[in-house]
C-alpha cells in the first residue's frame, strides 16, 4: 500500500526566505506526482504536475524535483512571500487510473 | 483549466437529518469523480471512487450504506450523508477526472 509523508508538517518563515518541502513515498512505481496548494476551508489549487518520466518542473517561483529511485520529491518555493502562507499537499498516482494517495501536507506560514 | 463546483459550499444541520452534496464539473465530462473527507489539520483521504452508471467503489472503512453515492451523468456527482452525526461533521471535497483530477472547492458540514 502506498504511503506519502510529508515534512516538516508544519513551517513558518520570515519573507524572502528560499524554502524547500519534503514529500516521500514507498512504492516508487507511481504514474505521476502533484503538488497542490490549500487555503484554510478551501479546495485545492494544483500548482505542478511532474510525470514519472521527468526530473522536474518549474513555475514562476516553484520548482518541483522528483527522484522516483529513491521514492522523493521536493517543492522549491523561492523568495517566499506572505501570500504563500498555505497547507501544500502532495499527491502520488496510482498507476494509469486516476487515483491520488495525499501526504499529511506541509502548513507553511510566511510572515512579513 | 477545467472548473469543478459543489454546493451547497457549507451547512448545518441536525443530528439525524440527511444532507445531499453536489458535485458537477462545469466545462468538461468526468467519467470518474471522487469523493474525499478532510478533517480538520488533516490530509485528504478518499472515500469512494464513483464512475458514471455504475456503483461507487467504497474505500476500506467507509460505510456505503451511510454515504450514498451517485453518478447519474457525466458531469454531475451527488453524495448523501444519510442521518448524520457530529462525527460527520468535516470537509467533503470532490475532484472530477480527465487527464488528471481536478477539485471542487470543498463542502464544510456541521452536524448539531
Known amino acids: 500500500k502506498q504511503e506519502v509523508t510529508q515534512i516538516p508538517a508544519a513551517l513558518s518563515v520570515p519573507e524572502g526566505e528560499n524554502l524547500v518541502l519534503n514529500c516521500s513515498f514507498t512504492?516508487?512505481?507511481?504514474?505521476?506526482l502533484q503538488w497542490f496548494r490549500q487555503d484554510p476551508g478551501k479546495g485545492l489549487t494544483s500548482l505542478l504536475l511532474i510525470q514519472s518520466s521527468q526530473r522536474e518542473q518549474t513555475s514562476g517561483r516553484l520548482n518541483a524535483s522528483l527522484d522516483k529511485s529513491s521514492g522523493r520529491s521536493t517543492l522549491y518555493i523561492a523568495a517566499s512571500q506572505p501570500g504563500d502562507s498555505a497547507t501544500y499537499l502532495c499527491a502520488v498516482r496510482r498507476g494509469a487510473g486516476n487515483m491520488l494517495t495525499f501526504g499529511g501536507g506541509t502548513r507553511l506560514m510566511v510572515k512579513p | 483549466g477545467a472548473v469543478v463546483s459543489q454546493h451547497p459550499s457549507w451547512v448545518i444541520c441536525k443530528s439525524g437529518t440527511s444532507v445531499k452534496i453536489e458535485c458537477r464539473s462545469l466545462d468538461f465530462q468526468a467519467t470518474t469523480m471522487f469523493w474525499y473527507r478532510q478533517f480538520p489539520k488533516q490530509s485528504l483521504m478518499l472515500m469512494a471512487t464513483?464512475?458514471?452508471?455504475?456503483?461507487?467503489?467504497?474505500e476500506q472503512g467507509v460505510e456505503k450504506d451511510k454515504f450514498l453515492i451517485n453518478h447519474a451523468s457525466l458531469t454531475l456527482s451527488t453524495l448523501t450523508v444519510t442521518s448524520a452525526h457530529p462525527e460527520d461533521s468535516s470537509f467533503y471535497i470532490c475532484?472530477?477526472?480527465?487527464?488528471?483530477?481536478?477539485f471542487g472547492p470543498g463542502t464544510r458540514l456541521t452536524v448539531l
Open positions: 464513483s464512475n458514471e452508471g455504475s456503483k461507487a467503489t467504497y
Open positions: 475532484s472530477a477526472a480527465w487527464v488528471e483530477q481536478f
Open positions: 512504492d516508487s512505481a507511481i504514474y505521476n
